[in-house]
């Protein structure tokens, strides 16, 4: 899981991501009170939350938001914000949260557990890393898989097959066949590419 938090303040920065380390311990954190850094650093490396200051300076943080939804959909945008009146005009971009400063630990963890677009605990490069040599593709179903939200038993249903089969594909038990990847690209609404070879897509 990567988080970028963003504020034109720098010891709300460093606040916020000692508090996220704390609660998310496996998160990728980065941080910046550069508004102009945001666009670039969300290009590299396409974050999968982005807690965002509405008030930086020259730059307004819905219109960040925009452009990162351009750029990656389905990221969660948190925002951070100073005045509960920007609420209303920020939920055109669907927003995960709205955090009133000062930010508690309790308003952050619920603003977690409560993502708009859940986030798998496995990301491409962790399973490149930790997998390799072992079939990849049942650990790229379980990722996709949790990041729509879905049990196994909720793909397993969608795919008429047995809660085991999906169980033995994400352990490396049993491989899906062509046309299995073509419906699970359909149901987790993926490039079937994305299963087979992610460097490809």
């Avoid at 396409?46 to 300076?57: A, F, N, P, R, S």
């Avoid at 452009?67 to 389905?74: A, G, H, P, V």
């Avoid at 677009?117 to 593709?137: D, Q």
Wanted: negative net charge.
């Amino acid at each position: 899981m990567k988080v970028l938090i963003a504020d034109d303040h720098p010891m709300i920065v460093d606040d916020l991501i000692d508090e996220t380390e704390k609660l998310l311990p496996a998160a990728q954190c980065t941080g910046t009170s550069n508004p102009s850094e945001v666009l670039q650093l969300f290009r590299q490396n396409l974050y999968d939350i982005v807690l965002l200051d509405i008030e930086m300076g020259s730059k307004n943080g819905i219109s960040l938001a925009r452009k990162i939804l351009e750029i990656k959909s389905r990221t969660n945008i948190i925002y951070i914000i100073g005045h509960p009146q920007y609420a209303l005009e920020s939920y055109s971009t669907f927003a995960s949260a709205f955090l009133v400063k000062p930010v508690t630990t309790e308003r952050l963890r619920e603003a977690f557990e409560h993502l708009r677009f859940p986030v798998s605990h496995l990301s491409t490069e962790n399973i490149e890393e930790h997998y390799a040599g072992e079939p990849l593709i049942g650990k790229r179903i379980e990722k996709y898989r949790e990041e729509r939200g879905m049990s196994r038993q909720e793909l397993a249903d969608a795919l008429f097959v047995s809660l085991q089969t999906v169980y033995r594909w994400e352990n490396g038990g049993r491989q899906p066949d062509l046309v299995i990847l073509m419906k699970l690209s359909q149901v987790l609404a993926i490039d079937v590419n994305l299963l087979i070879s992610p460097q490809n897509a």
